[in-house]
């Protein structure tokens, strides 16, 4: 029995783990002014960063087409899968799940389980390492499904924004609401939790690192935790130092939040994601 994972690249797992636990990602469309990019393909994430506040535009994107997950499940059967595992991006915030599920129905070359992770970034990463860690084991999808779900349970993803600027651009924030948010230095927390959002409200960056740090030590003790960022390096490094006794003896990841997210989110976002122990 051979089990296959597929994620798609708002997932944000390091490019090196992701070749070595035999993952396939399929890249989500990025389209800024009169074109579209693949992301992490024909974009990097510090470029896409650097470029953001300067776009004329506001960066929108797109979900790959049921044919190029068709694509993706028909190659995986070729090269030997008897089942793939398909994890993706809470479809409370995307329509990625619905679009797998629906290539899934349509794939016969082998049987396509597809599971909504309820989460984003790292915390839909961190469920993809776990199923594919289970797969190279030689467990079956129905083995790796309970285990997943067990951490679902247990997986928080908290960020916080510099600016209101791209939520409202992007339409998810009434645009008096996030001026009048601006001119007083509001500065909202969003987290999510097994596919609910939620949000809260800080007045200054100091205060959202103290609140992240609170969030972190109360989640404690730690099976794994990742910190995030998009063009923030110092600001979670003070927070990786903040909570430095609380982290678990494990490798800690400082990765860039994929600009799927950050068209929504803008640049100076800090967070992390973690999984708390059994």
Same mark, same amino acid.
């Given at each position: 029995? @051979? *089990?296959?994972?597929?994620?798609?690249?708002?997932?944000?797992?390091?490019?090196?783990?992701?070749?070595?636990?035999?993952i396939y990602v399929l890249p989500v469309y990025i389209?800024?002014?009169?074109r579209d990019y693949l992301d992490g393909v024909d974009i990097s994430r510090d470029e896409f960063y650097a470029n953001l506040p300067d776009?004329? @535009?506001?960066?929108?994107?797109? *979900?790959?087409?049921?044919?190029?997950?068709?694509?993706?499940?028909?190659?995986?059967?070729?090269?030997?899968? @008897?089942e793939v595992l398909s994890i993706h991006i809470s479809e409370s915030l995307s329509a990625v799940v619905n679009v797998a599920r629906t290539a899934a129905a349509e794939t016969a070359s082998v049987p396509v389980t597809v599971f909504d992770s309820g989460q984003l970034s790292l915390g839909t990463g961190f469920l993809v390492q776990t199923a594919a860690e289970l797969a190279l084991q030689g467990r079956s999808v129905a083995e790796i499904l309970p285990i997943l779900d067990g951490q679902i349970n247990r997986?928080? *993803?908290?960020?916080?924004?510099? @600016?209101?600027?791209?939520?409202r651009r992007s339409g998810r924030m009434n645009a008096a609401i996030s001026t009048i948010g601006d001119l007083i230095q509001l500065k909202p927390i969003l987290k999510?939790?097994?596919?609910k959002s939620g949000a809260e409200r800080v007045?200054?960056?100091r205060k959202v690192i103290a609140r992240l740090a609170e969030m972190i030590k109360s989640h404690s003790p730690l099976e794994r935790i990742a910190?995030?960022?998009?063009?923030?390096?110092?600001s979670v490094q003070a927070l990786q130092d903040e909570v430095r006794q609380f982290l678990p003896d494990c490798e800690i990841w400082l990765e860039m939040i994929n600009p799927v997210l950050g068209a929504h989110i803008g640049p100076g976002v800090v967070g992390f994601a973690c999984v708390s122990n059994e």
């Open positions: 029995m @051979t *089990v296959r994972i597929v994620t798609d690249s708002t997932c944000d797992l390091p490019p090196d783990l992701v070749d070595r636990l035999k389209h800024i002014g009169n776009y004329e @535009t506001q960066p929108t994107t797109a *979900v790959p087409s049921p044919a190029k997950f068709h694509a993706v499940y028909d190659a995986l059967a070729d090269e030997g899968a @008897t997986t928080y *993803v908290a960020a916080g924004l510099d @600016t209101l600027q791209y939520l999510m939790y097994n596919g007045r200054t960056r910190f995030l960022h998009s063009g923030a390096l110092e």
